[in-house]
């Protein structure tokens, strides 16, 4: 898997676009770039994944570098609901999924 | 709601135990994967089943094995329970195997071992 660097933590206000950063300067051409949270000890939940383009679902947007060495998650109206551990994970063939630290992400009012 | 079950949703058991957990994927998702959370070591892969058939293993313990069975549930049995063995086990299920196919979570299995 190619290696993901995520700040530690970052806070947002309630109702503002939270961009979340996320460096993977080796990753290789076919490897996708996937977004899950977590929130609290709840299963991880997909938010979004993609290879090349910018790609956008009714969660969030992702924003990838024509490089391809990082990409930001943007969530365009951050709720309360949205407080988790965000995590960016760039698997190698076969897709399992490699979960380093994560950006934990807290809403505030 | 992901639409990926499991059961029990939490289990208490003694060392030495042997357990088993169940996971059902989506329907239509022929691929079913085992993560293990512990607080000191994060989410870790552990085996992935694609139609029946093993797919790749991370960081599974020998005392630890699981199965996919012809109608796609899965279960992962764990046995000489550990302390250390105490965690959060989830699930989860994709259409496939290959690149470019999410998962989905299940809600997971919480193991405590005394």
């Known amino acids: 898997d190619a290696k993901t660097t995520q700040p530690p933590s970052m806070d947002c206000a309630e109702g503002r676009a939270a961009n979340l950063p996320c460096n993977h300067s080796t990753i290789s051409g076919n490897e996708y770039v996937y977004w899950y949270r977590q929130i609290h000890s709840q299963g991880p939940q997909y938010i979004i994944h993609?290879?090349?383009n910018n790609e956008t679902n009714e969660m969030a947007s992702l924003i990838i570098t024509e490089d391809r060495k990082s990409s930001t998650l943007i969530l365009p109206h951050a709720t309360l609901r949205d407080t988790a551990v965000y995590y960016c994970?760039?698997?190698?063939?076969?897709?399992?999924?490699?979960f380093g630290g994560g950006t934990r992400v807290l809403v505030k009012p | 709601d992901s639409g990926v079950t499991q059961t029990p949703k939490h289990l208490i058991t003694a060392t030495g135990q042997r357990v088993t957990l169940r996971c059902s994927p989506r329907?239509?998702?022929?691929?079913v994967y085992w993560y293990q959370q512990s607080l000191d070591q994060g989410l870790q892969f552990l085996i992935q089943?694609?139609?029946?058939?093993?797919?790749a293993k991370g960081n599974i313990l020998e005392r630890f094995s699981a199965q996919q069975f012809p109608d796609l549930h899965s279960e992962l049995n764990l046995s000489s329970l550990e302390l250390g063995d105490s965690a959060l086990y989830f699930c989860?299920?994709?259409?496939?195997?290959?690149?470019?196919?999410?998962?989905?979570f299940g809600p997971g299995t919480r193991l405590t071992v005394l």
């Open positions: 329907s239509g998702d022929l691929s």
């Open positions: 994970i760039a698997p190698s063939a076969g897709n399992k999924l490699t």
């Open positions: 989860a299920s994709s259409v496939s195997s290959g690149s470019g196919n999410e998962q989905f």
């Open positions: 993609g290879l090349k």
């Open positions: 089943y694609y139609n029946g058939e093993e797919r």
